[in-house]
């Protein structure tokens, strides 16, 4: 009997509301990158929508359609007709690490928009060579840590970066953004049918977008603005691989301690994401899940593109939604002809923020859910503590926005203040990799293997030596150890290394055993 499934089982309904979630989430990294360089450091716009913008798309749709092929290939090994593809997009926080920490520092330094191309091409090539390398370590890393890690950081981020700032968002125009996210909710977290079989992505994205043009044509929108609908604007661009980023390697090797943690997160999250969906039932090869993103980030970046390409962790949402492959198809299709023809920035201005939240915020709080669900329950605790570095990126992005809204920065404060904002900034970076490794430790410390949970501590000390986590500077980057940027970095490594040789002093004084063992003894 032919086990494979039909061509038409990898396309769904389910796939209408899933594509609107991934594609919006990828069109609003290429909008926001072009926004911050052109609004912020004045750069000029043609480069960004000709080079930038479409080689970072190639990313997408080169790794979309190789998550839709692996699918496919799954579905065909295993019989299944429910398979969902993994979601591949552009990794949000390396886009503002990109553009405030290697783009538009190097773009004022050279004043040549050209050179800073190529330097950050060459630093998005370096990326996803280095993702390529360390994909080969990604099975044994999933084998050797707990649940409670994998799922805790993304689901960390999950609730606190994904669903809490869209969140915000419905608050700018409260009509708009609740019923959006009413239609999301019924439709998707409760399942309830709505009329005419609609998505309930599409049903609130319809309903949130005509009340919003409804709204601001009669002047009632919360800030009193008119909504105008503008016209497409068309152009073509075609990104090709090339070596155009060779003059830009040598500038390019001085922003690796930067760019490398934002890689290695990305590497990390993909260990997360496939052990994820294989929690929802897909089971892909996690060195495969590695490489292609990998490949993804390296074409991107000969290609012209300037953003690394990752795994996201929505596929548990995803499949929740009833998506298969179609929607990984689409996303990739749309991405990339967007970039090519012009039409993304469009698009973007088109759609309200408030009407395209609730989705973001849906499969936020899918995620958690799953986090939860599929960890074991004496390693709750672990997964809650796990949340921690998450709250204080978070806490450290609104400080950001704050201070910089005052024209200030932290080295302004003073006092309890500045520490405060120290600690936070320093807990905060690299926090994928923090919420990792403590809710591993924390989970074997639950299960009374102390030895176990030293090895995940004396990580922590030796990443914390040189930056990977707990970087003091608040660009995140890395550092040599033998010359740290501050005092606390030597506080921090020695305060993980007590805590480790406690446990390992725990681990063999083991009392219980020890008296069960003599009990043994005296009993022959």
Not at 293 to 310: D, K, N, P, Y
Not at 410 to 431: H, R, V
Not at 475 to 498: C, D, K, N
Request: aromatic content about 10%; charged content about 10%.
């Amino acid at each position: 009997m032919d086990r494979r499934p039909a061509a038409t089982s990898l396309f769904a309904v389910g796939d209408i509301n899933a594509f609107f979630g991934l594609m919006l989430d990828n069109v609003s990294c290429l909008v926001i990158l072009a926004a911050i360089l052109t609004g912020v450091f004045g750069m000029p716009r043609d480069l960004i929508l000709s080079r930038m913008l479409p080689g970072s798309a190639v990313g997408v749709l080169v790794g979309d359609l190789l998550y839709s092929w692996m699918a496919w290939r799954l579905a065909v090994r295993t019989g299944r007709e429910d398979v969902t593809a993994m979601p591949l997009g552009l990794d949000t926080p390396s886009t503002f690490g990109m553009a405030f920490g290697v783009i538009g520092p190097c773009y004022l330094a050279t004043k040549d928009a050209h050179l800073t191309w190529q330097v950050a091409m060459a630093t998005v090539v370096l990326m996803g060579l280095f993702k390529i390398a360390v994909s080969f370590c990604g099975p044994a890393l999933r084998r050797a840590i707990p649940r409670a890690g994998l799922l805790g950081s993304i689901a960390a981020i999950a609730l606190l970066l994904i669903a809490y700032l869209p969140f915000l968002k419905l608050f700018n125009s409260p009509v708009v953004g609740f019923l959006s996210l009413g239609m999301v909710f019924i439709s998707l977290l409760a399942r309830f049918q709505l009329p005419l079989r609609l998505p309930g992505a599409l049903a609130g994205i319809l309903c949130g977008t005509v009340a919003y043009y409804a709204l601001g044509s009669l002047g009632l929108l919360p800030d009193g603005s008119h909504a105008p609908l503008g016209t497409p604007p068309f152009a073509f661009y075609l990104p090709l691989p090339s070596l155009q980023f060779l003059p830009g390697l040598g500038r390019a090797m001085g922003y690796l301690p930067l760019a490398i943690p934002f890689a290695l997160a990305t590497v990390v999250g993909g260990v997360d994401v496939t052990e994820s969906a294989a929690v929802a039932g897909d089971d892909y090869h996690t060195r495969d899940i590695l490489l292609v993103e990998g490949f993804a980030t390296l074409l991107a970046g000969m290609c012209g593109g300037v953003i690394q390409s990752c795994p996201y962790i929505g596929h548990p949402a995803y499949k929740e939604m009833g998506g298969r492959a179609g929607y990984t198809v689409a996303t990739g299709l749309f991405v990339g002809l967007g970039a090519v023809l012009g039409y993304l920035s469009f698009l973007v201005g088109l759609l309200p923020e408030a009407a395209v939240a609730p989705i973001l915020i849906f499969i936020g709080i899918e995620i958690t859910a799953q986090a939860f669900e599929a960890t074991p329950r004496r390693h709750y605790r672990a997964l809650a503590i796990s949340f921690i570095p998450a709250i204080a990126c978070l806490i450290s992005i609104e400080f950001g926005q704050l201070l910089g809204g005052l024209g200030k920065s932290a080295a302004d404060l003073s006092g309890d203040l500045a520490a405060t904002c120290k600690a936070t900034t320093a807990l905060g970076n690299g926090f994928v990799i923090t919420s990792l490794l403590w809710g591993a430790a924390f989970a074997y410390v639950l299960d009374h293997k102390p030895g176990a949970s030293a090895v995940y501590l004396l990580l922590c000390a030796l990443f914390s030596l040189c930056g990977v986590i707990h970087s003091p500077l608040p660009s995140g980057a890395i550092f040599s150890p033998l010359s740290p940027p501050s005092p606390m970095v030597w506080q921090m490594a020695a305060g993980y290394a007590v805590m480790a040789a406690s446990f390992l002093l725990l681990q063999w004084w083991r009392p219980s055993e020890r008296a069960r063992q003599a009990g043994g003894n005296g009993e022959e």
